[in-house]
């Protein structure tokens, strides 16, 4: 297989793009420093093409080895015949060639191998030619009687040879491959109920569905309720179309003397080896294209949640609900440094509401609180309630938000949170994170497991190895998108950038820390194990505010600088024109002589000259800010206030295979299902709404009781 003309024709684009892009893969540039700095040699792919490829190319590298390993194993037995050299060559997955390895493995102690060892393989092979037509099969046995190698009868004899023939029949690749199409096309997915109890599974208690037409979050959930012991669950298929299929491809010789037990090791090696090892087959199939569908669900959700706008240069409030406990307070100022922490008691038992009002609108008094950030746990609905009270007695606009505080315990009981805050318990780190949570979300959110964000689906059900990896992979290219703050970034954050690893990460801070701030990017050279290459990988991702060259706070890479100067020059213009903002009119001049008679005069590629624009014409520039900003509130709703018909605006939170849950201010989410996001048929919610969409919505139905809120985004 070539591998470079493979994945040119599997991603539609050309065999130079993939070799470029390859050999930079090789040389250890990063995905997001490759899709930022390097689009004139990649043709302008994007960080998730580039992050597809490198999977594949992975995965074809690794299929390769393993095809020249399964060839190399097989000729040291001396079997090699250009048949399978043939056979192994046209595979074109590693299912094909674990099917062609198969009779060649060696195999742990079965019926066929003790059969061997007793010495019956030769009667095995003469029953399976079906070439006798006089001597009868007992005839044909009587030689193969030795008391000493425990073959007494010709019963046993016989039995011996067909548990041979039964597994001759099993390892045949070619029956395999066309079993497990009749399974896929033919087979039916069947659960029934293995308890007489209610669950969330009582919808899969008498539940059947093609095999392919099985959608992820329905594998995933039967496989759940499964494994919980809710649910028995098989696999049924026409096993006679399949009977049908290997007699024929097996019994050439029907007059033969021996066919009939051909016949019976066919369907003892069906029922016994072909049946059970095909269904964990199929199942694991369906359960692995289940993961990558559930998987890309999350990693859209994921980035979106990662990518909502931050609420900049507002001091906040962050509270952490709680009942016996007390609701743990943290005010932050505008670059999320901690000003105070505090606990209050406004909920039951101690209800002390008075008091409670107190502390919070001296806070606000005091350090000039804008916006309160309520997490959306325990005692969540009664302190927003207190708060929208609170916030009415005030002279002043005073907002607040419901944030998700998903994940925040994590990090609170985190070693990292003890290193940030040692001085502070879990519950007030909790509080400082639910703050910092709407301030900046990226900046927050890296510092807790990607899984424990709260937009996934059946999350812990999957192979953790490749999620971690799908999703670390997400919030570097969102990391590395927006960029960070060289001066205050947390080694968190930074830990994700390109080229950093949690090591060089730290050595940034403590350099920081015993030096300053950086005022160039050039400084960064300095830092303990942060070599050339790293610096290349990482230093357009870094921005310094306080830079005294403009070009350190944005990104464009220092390689371009002397670039980007001749630009400025030839235009007449200057990095303090940069700075003061005074090049509205370099995209028109650009343009007048022309984007590629500019790009050769000062040597840069015309992708890489847009960007360079771009960055001048507004530097520091976060794209967060272009999205919708999040949803603040000033008063309390409750659940039992919705009515059917009713229009709300709301955000969403997360987003499934079967629709999408939106926030409307109640404590209980609201699922749009699939058939209602749109006025026209859609196969994925995520062709209509993402994660922290502000939507307009519909009440269809409420359900106090089980906490159900049924909405439309049809004709609102």
Do not use: W
Request: hydrophobic content about 40%; some cysteine; overall charge neutral.
């Amino acid at each position: 297989m070539n591998i470079i003309s493979q994945l040119a024709q599997e991603f539609n684009i050309k065999t130079n793009q993939v070799e470029n892009t390859v050999k930079l893969i090789d040389e250890g540039n990063t995905i997001p420093f490759i899709a930022r700095y390097r689009k004139e040699v990649t043709g302008e792919l994007n960080d998730q093409v580039l992050r597809e490829l490198h999977e594949r190319l992975v995965y074809l590298r690794n299929f390769e080895q393993r095809r020249n390993d399964i060839k190399r194993l097989i000729e040291e037995q001396g079997k090699l015949s250009d048949e399978i050299v043939i056979s192994l060559s046209k595979a074109t997955s590693l299912q094909e060639i674990e099917d062609i390895y198969r009779p060649f493995k060696q195999k742990k102690k079965t019926r066929a191998t003790v059969a061997k060892a007793k010495g019956l393989e030769p009667l095995a092979t003469i029953i399976y030619m079906q070439t006798e037509t006089k001597k009868s099969a007992e005839e044909l046995a009587q030689p193969f009687i030795d008391v000493e190698k425990e073959v007494n009868t010709v019963e046993e004899a016989l039995n011996g040879a067909m548990d041979i023939i039964a597994e001759i029949i099993s390892d045949n690749a070619e029956h395999r491959k066309e079993i497990r199409t009749i399974f896929f096309g033919r087979g039916t997915v069947i659960s029934k109920a293995k308890k007489e109890e209610d669950s969330v599974y009582a919808m899969y208690y008498d539940y059947k569905e093609p095999v392919n037409k099985m959608v992820s979050h329905r594998v995933l959930a039967i496989n759940r309720g499964e494994k919980e012991e809710f649910l028995k669950v098989a696999i049924d298929v026409p096993e006679q179309m399949i009977y049908d299929y290997l007699k024929k491809n097996i019994i050439k010789t029907p007059v033969s003397t021996t066919s009939c037990y051909v016949d019976k090791a066919i369907e003892d090696s069906y029922k016994r080896l072909i049946q059970p090892s095909i269904e964990r087959e199929i199942r694991n199939e369906l359960t692995n294209m289940a993961e990558e569908q559930a998987m890309k669900v999350f990693k859209e959700n994921l980035k979106n949640l990662l990518l909502q706008p931050p609420v900049k240069g507002n001091v906040v409030l962050g509270l952490d609900p709680a009942y016996r406990t007390g609701c743990k307070i943290a005010v932050v100022d505008e670059t999320g440094k901690v000003l105070i922490t505090t606990v209050i008691y406004p909920t039951p038992p101690q209800s002390k509401l008075e008091q409670s009002k107190a502390v919070i609108k001296a806070l606000i008094e005091r350090f000039n609180v804008s916006i309160i950030a309520i997490g959306n746990g325990t005692a969540s609905k009664e302190s927003e309630v207190f708060i929208a009270e609170t916030i009415k007695e005030i002279n002043r606009k005073i907002y607040y938000m419901v944030v998700s505080e998903s994940g925040a315990s994590v990090y609170s009981a985190s070693k990292l949170g003890a290193e940030e805050f040692p001085e502070f318990d879990v519950a007030l780190r909790s509080a400082v994170s639910i703050a910092r949570r709407l301030q900046d979300p990226l900046a927050e959110l890296v510092k807790i497991d990607p899984k424990a964000v709260g937009v996934g689906q059946y999350q812990h059900d999957m192979n953790q190895k490749r999620l971690d990896e799908t999703l670390g992979g997400v919030v570097e290219d969102c990391v590395n998108s927006v960029g960070v703050d060289l001066n205050t970034a947390s080694p968190s954050l930074l830990s994700y950038i390109s080229g950093i690893n949690a090591t060089v990460a730290k050595n940034i801070v403590d350099y920081r820390e015993h030096n300053g701030k950086f005022i160039n990017r050039a400084q960064l050279k300095k830092v303990k194990k942060l070599g050339e290459k790293a610096f290349e990988q990482c230093a357009g991702f870094l921005r310094i505010p306080e830079a005294e060259n403009i070009l350190d706070n944005t990104s464009v890479h220092p390689e371009a600088y002397s670039a980007v100067e001749k630009l400025l020059k030839r235009l007449n213009f200057s990095l303090d024109d940069v700075k003061e903002g005074n090049i509205s009119m370099i995209k028109l001049l650009i343009e007048k002589r022309g984007i590629k008679t500019i790009s050769d005069e000062i040597g840069i590629g015309e992708p890489t000259l847009k960007d360079i624009i771009k960055e001048l014409l507004k530097p520091g520039r976060d794209l967060r800010e272009q999205l919708p900003q999040p949803v603040l509130r000033s008063d309390v709703m409750d659940m039992k206030d919705l009515k059917p018909g009713m229009v709300l605006t709301g955000t969403v939170r997360n987003v499934a295979d079967f629709g999408a849950f939106v926030d409307l201010g109640v404590h209980q989410d609201g699922l749009v299902h699939i058939s209602q996001l749109a006025d026209k048929f859609i196969k994925n919610p995520m062709e209509v709404v993402s994660v922290g969409d502000i939507v307009k919505v519909k009440v269809l139905d409420i359900d106090v009781q089980k906490k159900r809120i049924s909405l439309s985004m049809r004709d609102v």
